[in-house]
């Protein structure tokens, strides 16, 4: 990977395969056939890397052996894309041997969010990433999510961090599009990437260098299109990208990954499985789904002919 990153990462779902057993109740495993076709589809769409095993991947239901087979997966089907592995927990010693089966599974990066639960101090966070960062040679994606956990870090602290080895980007999900004034203290060639999809168009508009996106996984083409638009400093096309995605992303701020499911079981035929405590969604959140996909299917291209034999296989 290029120590300067740039362009659209997708926060990418988990399929699961659900079944039941008359013993031990419902049960779902990774579908890595799936895996590799949304990977496909993502690289296909013009997205630059997937991020695996997050929050839209469900990570913390995640056993060891499941992490591996979803990178491993994924690095089967990236081409020229760059598959990134979740490897932040709240345990420094987890959170490296997380990292050291990522590489050895052929990741080509890290996605590191901060230490959560523990409420550790700015000393204890510094410490932890640099043990990540010592753990492996791979690039380093630090993500920064105060609403998730609840971990509070000013701008100068974010910089702070960014120049530590192998840090090649920061990923930041405040709703407050100047948060990216932070990069004029981070290290030079650390990329700033914007994860709150609702303030894509403001953040990036005013210098970030990518987006990292949870609602690519069902629209990647008007994900890539808005950056596109971003890129070229054409403000009327970023703004109509934009309104044509808030609907997505107000579902996908209020019900998450069950949502970004839902609406793949309708384009390519994927499992609505979703594991506790998180849960499928509602009738009425259902309906509002597909009127959504509906409205987004006007307006981009059909899948690729690989999801649609991954639809068929369901049938």
């Known amino acids: 990977m290029s120590s ?3 362009g659209v990462v997708t926060s990418l779902v988990t399929p699961f395969r659900s079944s039941f057993d008359a013993d031990l109740g419902p049960s779902s495993e990774v579908d890595t056939f799936r895996v590799a076709a949304l990977t496909r589809w993502q690289a296909r769409s013009g997205v630059r890397a997937v991020a695996l095993a997050g929050w839209a991947g469900e990570g913390s239901t995640l056993q060891r052996a499941e992490r591996i087979a979803l990178v491993e997966a994924a690095v089967s089907a990236k081409g ?7 490897v932040g927990t709240p345990s420094t010693a987890r959170s490296c041997a997380l990292a050291l089966d990522a590489e050895a599974a052929g990741a080509d990066g890290l996605v590191l969010v901060m230490p959560f639960y523990n409420k550790p101090s700015f000393a204890g966070i510094r410490a932890h990433v640099e043990a990540v960062a010592a753990a492996t040679g791979l690039p380093l994606f630090l993500e920064f999510d105060e609403a998730a956990t609840r971990v509070h870090l000013s701008s100068c602290q974010m910089a702070e961090l960014s120049r530590i080895r192998n840090v090649a980007a920061m990923i930041d999900h405040s709703t407050n599009p100047l948060h990216v004034e932070c990069m004029s203290r981070a290290k030079p060639g650390v990329a700033f990437l914007a994860a709150h999809d609702p303030t894509f168009a403001a953040t990036a508009l ?3 260098d990518g987006l990292f996106s949870a609602m690519a996984n069902v629209a990647p083409d008007l994900v890539v299109g808005l950056w596109r638009a971003i890129c070229e400093n054409d403000v009327g096309l970023a703004r109509e990208f934009q309104r044509r995605l808030q609907p997505l ?3 996908v701020e209020a019900e998450g990954a069950a949502a970004l499911k839902e609406m793949l079981h309708g384009i ?4 609505t499985a979703v594991r506790l405590p998180l849960h499928r969604l509602g009738p009425d959140a259902r309906r509002q789904a597909a009127l959504i996909r509906q409205g987004i299917e006007a307006v981009i291209p059909p899948v690729p002919a690989t999801l649609e034999i991954a639809r068929e296989s369901v049938r």
């Open 249 to 251: 992303a107000d579902l």
């Open 4 to 6: 300067v990153f740039s």
């Open 268 to 271: 390519v035929g994927c499992d």
């Open 206 to 208: 005013l210098g970030a």
């Open 80 to 86: 020229r894309m760059a598959v990134l592995a979740h």
